[in-house]
């Protein structure tokens, strides 16, 4: 029996639970079908879930159809819980996009597709609602072919021949042989949709199960079992507490197997192994690849690692873009640290941060809604009622031109040196480490200690102490002392390199400031667009030529920073009288529209930031002194390589 693990995924509101809800219906799992608004649903069990009638957390549940083992994780479709959802994407065998017919392709939409390409993910897509009146079948099925790929075709159709001509065009060699024998063998349509070239598309109404038949037999016709690996790997996916606080760590194996007792990380061993349906499990002995299970006994395991030989899983790319500082609200400080941090172990990209100078707690999120549940949840779950502040946003800094940065450590018997080549990267890459150095300047040893230095920490940019990203950071040489090089030297002279070549881009105008941009489909009224147009503009947005087909209501698209747009969505519900409605899903990162005003603003003294000093030290007559970075260029002992 094939076994595949697919996770369901969509826009908020386009019917992705009650589309589960219908599979394990259909399964016979289910004796009725529950539903998200009426608070019954098998997937979202959780009281948060019941009461607003959303997917917040990611649950599983797995069916059996005919020949098909499918373990299914229902995921959040808020773009605020974005994050829970790429985690899931990592384990995926396929995908299911749910689009709903009365909305079609939404900017949170689009996201979640650029998500399943970065992760690979063959895609099948469930066109749901289509008993709504007024829905264009042939006019959605061009709207995913035009917005999301040429390859999502349908397949729901009477003879799956009727298509082989449209899908052998996804492929230029599949094409030559189709026109050479007229027809496709089922192994090359499945080679192609794994390859992300063609996309299953299915129609129906999940609700009244139309279509939900059709969809599960594609699914056991056209899905690929993932090969296993021999050696033992898995990845991690979730960190969650069950009723009674029991940590669980939920992972799918990809090879090997997994047992009680297990030593799968250094001195921890699994205590149970759990698979899950719904709220119910059963605790079993053996879970073999391609199965998905909860581990007991494990501390420390985070979303996106790997266990044996799989190695950890890239940075994700939904980040949340705003900090709130903590209310305690006559609450007890370190209980409400406590508690936090409780809810980091389980969504680490919280990133909550505790300042001991100013006595303050400071979180980071997506958007107000999971400010709200994070507020829930501290009052559910720790009896904590506190609230937050407005909330800043969360900028970032990068380089627009290379620079090479010198650290050097030389305290009276301490010695250091190390020359970085920092690149700019495209836009969303992140911060990535290299080494270009040969052994006969640094040793393996030593080149060791500066890239796990490089690691170590997150680095801040120089115009505002933000964190830095977009830009390839690579040791190209340094300098240490069989004599006086101790541990610790190169960690200090790696640290003081990478702020003293920010510094050299601040003075030569190429450290860039970076803000959080929305993507945003706005819709109005006639009469109020003009006043959404000059909004913004004065946002520092831009926008697409107005949609006005659908009569008197006209939709504006676009984007726009998120400083500016943040709580427009009030703005929007005044002067349209409730009727207007705006959705944002965070975009990417841009450069700055207002960067010297922020700057301002900020008032970051990069030189007075010690724990981040740009300045080194270096040593003469039996003493160490402090050398400005400004002095690295004529000072450093290892020569500069653009000399």
Known sequence: ???????????????????????????????????????????????????????????????????????????????????????????????????????????????LWRLLSRYNIPTFIFVNKMDAPGVDREALLTQLQTELSPGC????????????????????????????????????????????????????????????????????QWTTERKANQSFGARIFKVSHDEKGERLTWVRVTGGELHPRDEVLPEQKINQLRQYNGTKYTVNQTITAGEVCAITGLTGTRPGQGLGDLADSQAPVLQPVLTYKVDPQGNDLHACLTALQQLEDEDPQLHVTWSNQLQEIRVQLMGAMQLEVIQQLLEQQFQLDVSFDEGSILYKETITDPIEGVGHFEPLRHYAEVHLLMTPTPRGSGVSFAADCSLEVLDKNWQHQIMTSLKAKQHLGVLTGAPITDMQITLIGGRGSIVHTVGGDFRQATWRAVRQGLMMTKQQGTAQLLEPWYQFRL??????????????????????????????????????????????????NAYTHGQGELECVVDDYRPCHNAEEVIAAAAYDPVGDLENTPDSVFCAHGAGYPVKWNQLPVMAHYPYAKN
């Open 523 to 572: 819709t109005v009224t006639q009469d109020q667009v003009g006043r959404a147009m000059n909004d913004i503009q004065r946002m520092a947005g831009e926008f697409e030529t107005p949609d006005n087909t659908a009569g008197t209501v006209v939709t504006l698209t676009g984007s726009a920073p998120v400083a500016e747009m943040q709580g427009y969505a009030q703005t929007v």
């Open 153 to 220: 075709l349908a397949f729901d159709g009477d003879s799956i021949a009727d298509s082989y001509e449209d899908i052998a065009l996804q492929d230029d060699s599949v094409l030559d042989g189709y026109m050479a024998s007229e027809t496709l063998s089922d192994d090359v349509i499945r080679q192609l949709i794994s390859q992300r070239k063609v996309f299953p598309t299915y129609f129906g109404a999940a609700l009244k199960l139309n279509g939900v038949d059709t969809l599960m037999a594609g699914l056991q």
């Open 1 to 111: 029996m094939k076994h595949i693990v697919t996770g369901i995924i969509a826009h908020v509101d386009a019917g992705k639970t009650t589309l589960s809800e219908a599979l394990l219906y259909k399964a016979g799992i289910l004796s009725h079908l529950g539903r998200v608004d009426n608070g019954d649903a098998f997937l979202d069990p959780d009281d948060l879930e019941k009461k607003r009638g959303i997917t917040i957390f990611s649950h599983e549940a797995s069916l059996q159809y005919d020949q098909l083992n499918l373990t299914l994780l229902d995921t959040p479709g808020h773009a605020d819980f974005g994050a829970q959802t790429e985690q899931v994407l990592s384990v995926l065998d396929d995908a299911i996009l749910v689009v709903s017919a009365t909305d079609g392709v939404q900017g949170y939409t689009r996201t």
